[in-house]
């Protein structure tokens, strides 16, 4: 039983369909700066060489000299150079170029994290913001919390807080810069003094937020002999006085201190 034409040609549009879906084009890697690859010529030993890409993109090759290949896929790079050899130097070269080595994409994580350094790229080059920050070991105690700036390989940038960051899904790409900056409270503190069970100064939170309330309390609290509606707040050189009693007791109205603030407590008269 002989085939049709038109089934031949139904079979040979299928047979063309099932060898594209099988080899799709994303599975021909692309050459980079630092792959090292290797070249074999058939029956040309003396050709064959494993050299590493540079940084711009070109290999040096026998008899060709140099080549651009980065950026290629293997395909379309073992064709430019068994076409240049075939131009000058061999009649019908069999040339195969294959990858050793692939080069590694790194970004980079500094400033105020755990343990800063540079750090490879994932395999599959996917990769976000938050993951790069945790590959670092996450922020220090003295990072700022509004401070991750990004700044991308091509010069764009951008600053995040650490609270949005786990969920941007921002990508990191190869080259890229992760600058963790030191919160501007790192060493600042207020003075507490007068009738408080631990006098001295009170560090600010790396977030800036101390209120009045807070910062009495991690001096120890009020004595017996406070006067609890009597708290001064000295503010270079300007006093304001409030009644903390009332403040405690309501629990809604917050005196928010700036750094070098001096907290006096006042004795109650007896």
Do not use: H, W
Not at 46 to 64: A, C, F, M, Y
Not at 202 to 214: A, K, M, N, S, T
Request: hydrophobic share 40%; net charge neutral; with cysteine.
């Amino acid at each position: 039983m002989q085939s049709s034409p038109k089934l031949l040609i139904l079979l040979a549009i299928c047979f063309s369909a099932l060898a594209r879906a099988q080899s799709p084009a994303d599975s021909d890697p692309v050459l980079k700066a630092n792959d090292v690859i290797r070249m074999e010529v058939f029956e040309e030993p003396d050709l064959s060489t494993q050299t590493r890409i540079l940084k711009s993109g070109e290999v040096v090759l026998p008899l060709i000299g140099t080549v651009k290949i980065s950026g290629l896929t293997v395909g379309d790079a073992n064709d430019e150079i068994r076409n240049l050899y075939a131009q000058k130097y061999l009649v019908d070269p069999k040339v195969s170029l294959t990858i050793d080595e692939y080069s590694s994409d790194y970004f980079s994580v500094i400033g105020e994290v755990n343990n800063p350094g540079q750090f490879p790229m994932p395999a599959n080059g996917k990769f976000d913001l938050s993951a790069a920050v945790a590959s670092a070991g996450g922020l220090n105690d003295e990072a700022d919390l509004n401070g991750v700036t990004l700044t991308r390989a091509d010069g764009g940038t951008s600053t995040y807080s650490a609270s949005s960051i786990p969920n941007s899904k921002v990508a990191i790409r190869p080259g890229d810069r992760i600058v963790v900056a030191k919160s501007p409270y790192v060493g600042k503190s207020v003075t507490i003094v007068g009738q408080v069970r631990k006098a001295g100064p009170v560090p600010f939170p790396r977030d800036g937020r101390l209120d009045l309330v807070l910062a009495i309390s991690q001096a120890g609290g009020l004595t017996e002999l406070a006067n609890a509606k009597k708290v001064s707040i000295n503010r270079r050189g300007e006093v304001s006085t409030v009644n903390y009693k009332e403040m405690t007791d309501k629990g809604t109205s917050r005196y928010m201190l700036q750094p070098g603030d001096i907290v006096t407590v006042a004795e109650r008269f007896l």
